[in-house]
């Protein structure tokens, strides 16, 4: 049987398990923690924001490198890598006339990293 044909099983009988909720309702982050990190992981939702993740594990580079590296225009580059310093990701720096992007910090690889774990299984 396929996963998206598999059936997801029910109780037989309505029990409510009060000492499991009450610690699941004690540990639960605030509503307002849990839409940022869902927002978080929508950035991790289009390809085009994972390679250009991908090209910055490597090296810090400016926006016409990752263009020329991904085959697409600056334009496109550009608007991912705002979303993705909103996010913050990523992380830029002027040199001269040319502003390379870098990934923000250590977490960015393990977010990656772990997903790709994941899907590996």
Do not use: W
Not at 15 to 26: A, G, S, T
Not at 51 to 78: G, H, K, P, Y
């Amino acid at each position: 049987m396929a996963d998206t044909e598999m059936e997801i099983e029910t109780c037989d009988a309505l029990e409510v398990h009060e000492d499991l909720l009450k610690i699941v309702n004690d540990t639960m982050p605030e509503e307002t923690e849990l839409y940022d990190l869902a927002e978080l992981f929508k950035v991790f939702g289009d390809s085009t924001r994972i390679r250009i993740l991908f090209v910055l594990f490597e090296a810090e580079v400016c926006v016409c490198d990752l263009a020329q590296v991904l085959n697409m225009t600056q334009s496109a580059i550009s608007h991912q890598l705002k979303i993705l310093k909103q996010n913050k990701l990523v992380t830029s720096r002027r040199e001269g006339k040319s502003i390379f992007y870098s990934l923000a910090d250590g977490h960015v690889r393990s977010i990656i990293a772990q997903g790709r774990e994941h899907i590996e299984e």
